[in-house]
Nanobody, 115 residues
Framework: QVQLVESGGGLVQAGGSLRLSCAAS????????MGWYRQAPGTQRDLVAI???????NYADSVKGRFTISRDIAKNTVTLQMNSLKPEDTAVYYC?????????WGQGTQVTVSS
């Protein structure tokens, strides 16, 4: 059973940094894509960053230049380094991984950025 577990969320002041990690278990296969989404209260879940098995990366415009996504294919982990955090980055961040035609989601980790 594939399971994704996020870690690294917390409370940080504006301008600070956090690093989120997602560890996948339950499969020896490499995910086609691994990425991060976020959802603030009353909003839809939006893409933050995604990286493919081939190394292609896409970022939401709102985080370009501030966030960096990376993955370790062998370990099936994906990391989101978040710098220059803003209050509007406050949300629950979810790890998302796709294996062939199936999407898997983590439980989410709270990121709160204070003014």
């Amino acid at each position: 059973q594939v399971q994704l577990v996020e870690s690294g969320g917390g409370l940080v002041q504006a301008g600070g940094s956090l690093r989120l990690s997602c560890a996948a278990s339950g499969t020896t296969l490499s995910f086609n894509t691994m990425g991060w989404y976020r959802q603030a209260p009353g909003t839809q879940r939006d893409l933050v960053a995604i990286i493919t098995s081939g190394g292609s990366i896409n970022y939401a415009d709102s985080v370009k230049g501030r966030f960096t996504i990376s993955r370790d294919i062998a370990k099936n982990t994906v990391t989101l380094q978040m710098n220059s955090l803003k209050p509007e980055d406050t949300a629950v961040y979810y790890c998302n991984c796709r294996l062939r035609l199936t999407n898997y989601w983590g439980q989410g980790t709270q990121v709160t950025v204070s003014s």
